[in-house]
């Protein structure tokens, strides 16, 4: 059962709402029973495609005929389907059933270079940049977004969190996405925020200072004593 009462749809179901863009040519394996193969070989330990492509041969007829498969497929069916798989898609489906309809909880956003998608930097690529929100309560990334060349953290995650139900989150990440655009795009969703502030923002990290510092630093009463009247103006900067 998820959070909001309703009964939750296996993963077997949610696959289903992802569109499938092959031409009818690149049909002979549908969509669903060779997303749920690969996911079980992922989860088995395998981590790249002739692992995976392995991992299926060896299942028994018997497995095979439960996912509506006759044969194992070959090693360049997974290559060509998942080249054509609308990833964007995939990972909006998959997201919104790991969240099952609950209110997400803490949230952390973090932007990761994908191991081993520039091996050896043969193209002059610098590999895939990605952008995840990460659920701690379900210990699931429930949003991610590929950070295009061209652009950077901070514009990926205006969007990245346009598409995540925020009322009620806590979105938490590093001294990147301390900016108001940010910000303000979390308290419009209904959201709040816990962000890092270094020095690259001086004129912030100073009005937290004055903020959120002891208005009573050690020895300031023995020295309002000596000069008279300091105290009094301890108490006001501490009045909000």
């Not at 009818?24 to 790249?48: F, I, S, W």
């Not at 379900?138 to 009322?167: D, F, H, M, W, Y």
Request: net charge positive; aromatic share 6%.
């Amino acid at each position: 059962m998820s959070g909001s009462g309703k009964e939750m749809r296996s993963l077997w179901e949610a696959l289903g709402e992802i569109p499938d863009r092959r031409g009818a040519k690149g049909r002979q394996y549908a969509l669903r029973p060779v997303l749920v193969l690969t996911l079980a070989a992922m989860l088995a330990g395998a981590n790249d495609l002739r692992a995976i492509f392995r991992w299926g041969r060896r299942l028994p007829k018997e497995a095979l005929y439960l996912l509506g498969i006759k044969r194992a497929p070959c090693h360049a069916m997974y290559h060509y389907f998942f080249k054509a798989l609308d990833v964007a898609a995939a990972e909006r489906v998959l997201g919104a059933w790991a969240l099952g309809g609950a209110a997400p909880g803490h949230v952390a956003i973090d932007g990761k270079r994908l191991r081993g998608s520039a091996a050896g930097g043969h193209d002059g690529s610098a590999g895939v940049h990605l952008l995840a929100a990460f659920a701690t309560r379900l210990g699931a990334v429930i949003g991610q977004l590929r950070v295009a060349p061209e652009a950077n953290e901070i514009t990926t995650a205006l969007a990245l969190l346009k598409s995540l139900p925020l009322e009620g989150a806590i979105i938490t990440g590093d001294a990147a996405f301390c900016q108001r655009a940010i910000c303000r795009a979390i308290r419009d969703g209904g959201g709040d925020y816990l962000f890092t502030v270094k020095a690259n923002q001086p004129r912030l990290m100073a009005d937290l200072a004055v903020a959120f510092g002891d208005p009573f630093p050690p020895g300031a009463d023995q020295g309002a004593g000596r000069r008279g009247g300091g105290a009094g103006l301890s108490h006001a900067a501490a009045r909000p």
